[in-house]
């Protein structure tokens, strides 16, 4: 039927003349038509090049429709695989939950700003800690690619006291605490920009995955001596077997 199209529109342009001519004819006579063989050669001259010219207008404007369709779509595209991405976890640092903000793409991300739930603020025993917490979000972060920041939120040892701002956590506090981040969702919101265009931070998940699970965090350092460890272990059951 789109193939039909073309053909149809040409027939009407064609047919229109013949119709008004028609009916400008008073009283209407299907056998007459208004003007004669001069006139006729004059208008179709002119009704034809000015209906060519406005064909093709309409192609050249579907054509740069087209054009400028696809060259969004490359730009989406491209923007999508160059630009900077931010994701949010919870890593264990040496006995310690942290929220970790990662840039994980390939450009630089600025003007990180967020802010956290408030059912999770709520679970925390200080209001420094709060404080604290909800301050990291407003400072308007900035990371390359590859880079991550860490902010603490709380232990994970429940058998230990710990002293934050001058206050004592004894380990009922710190059993008591965990207990309750596990019951609620973690939800974080904000903005960030990168490559020229703002993106949203919309994260929500159940704290009690990363608490349960949390990731191990080791620096590179660590892992290089955690793998020649390996190594040397490895050679020396070697050496103790050829022996």
């Keep these: 039927m789109r193939k039909l199209i073309p053909y149809l529109f040409i027939f009407i342009i064609v047919l229109i003349p013949f119709i008004i001519g028609k009916l400008i004819v008073l009283p209407i006579d299907l056998g ?23 064909i093709m207008a309409l192609l050249t404007f579907k054509m740069f429709r087209q054009n400028k369709e696809l060259l969004d779509a490359q730009k989406d595209r491209w923007e999508k695989e160059r630009r900077g991405v ?28 967020y802010t956290f739930n408030q059912e999770f603020l709520d679970c925390l025993p200080l209001p420094e800690l709060k404080d604290y917490i909800a301050e990291a979000g407003a400072k308007g972060l900035r990371l390359s690619p590859s880079n991550s920041k860490d902010y603490f939120i709380f232990p994970n040892n429940l058998e230990k006291t710990y002293i934050f701002f001058d206050r004592v956590l004894a380990p009922t506090v710190v059993k ?9 969702n973690f939800e974080i919101s904000g903005s960030y920009k990168t490559i020229g265009k703002e993106y949203i931070i919309d994260e929500k998940f159940n704290i009690d995955t990363y608490l349960t699970n949390a990731l191990i965090h080791e620096n590179d350092i660590e892992k290089e001596l955690k793998l020649i460890t390996k190594e040397l272990e490895a050679i020396n059951l070697t050496i103790k077997a050829k022996n």
């Design 176 to 184: 008591e605490t965990i207990e309750k981040l596990r019951q609620i």
């Design 32 to 54: 007459n038509i208004a003007g004669n063989e001069s006139d006729w050669l004059l208008f179709w001259a002119t009704y034809l090049g000015a209906s060519a010219t406005a």
């Design 86 to 113: 931010i994701i949010f976890s919870i890593v264990n640092i040496k006995g310690n939950y942290c929220l970790q903000v990662q840039n994980i793409g390939l450009s630089v991300a600025t003007d990180i700003y």
